[in-house]
Nanobody, 126 residues
Framework: QVQLVESGGGLVQAGDSLRLSCAAS????????SAWFRQAPGKEREFVAA????????TYADSVRGRFAISADIAQNTVYLQMNSLRPDDTAVYYC???????????????????WGQGTQVTVSS
């Protein structure tokens, strides 16, 4: 049983940077795949980035590629999302998610993830 807690959200200006953290407990981190999703008001939850710890694979949504970076500190059981060059349309609640690394489904699909945090709000002003 994995528990996830996000932190690091806040109010920033366009062009600023922000780093989100997701602290995990209850499992061996390298046996899981982790991801970040986001959800703006009135919209569906959308994929942002994912990382597979055992092989280092990362993947990103087209909208954030080159601006965001997902990484993990295995010793601290924490996954991060470094967000640079933030835009107003990045405003959303950001959620971390995890699934067994043996799950073979697509990385960008919400229903493929078993464990979810409660979310952290990111607001980017213009």
């Amino acid at each position: 049983q994995v528990q996830l807690v996000e932190s690091g959200g806040g109010l920033v200006q366009a062009g600023d940077s922000l780093r989100l953290s997701c602290a995990a407990s209850g499992g061996t981190f390298i046996t899981y795949t982790s991801a970040w999703f986001r959800q703006a008001p009135g919209k569906e939850r959308e994929f942002v980035a994912a990382i597979i710890y055992n092989n280092g694979l990362t993947t990103y949504a087209d909208s954030v590629r080159g601006r965001f970076a997902i990484s993990a500190d295995i010793a601290q059981n924490t996954v991060y999302l470094q967000m640079n060059s933030l835009r107003p349309d990045d405003t959303a609640v950001y959620y971390c998610a995890a699934r067994s690394r043996w799950t073979a489904g697509p990385l960008h699909i919400v229903s493929e993830y078993r464990f979810w945090g409660q979310g952290t709000q990111v607001t980017v002003s213009s």
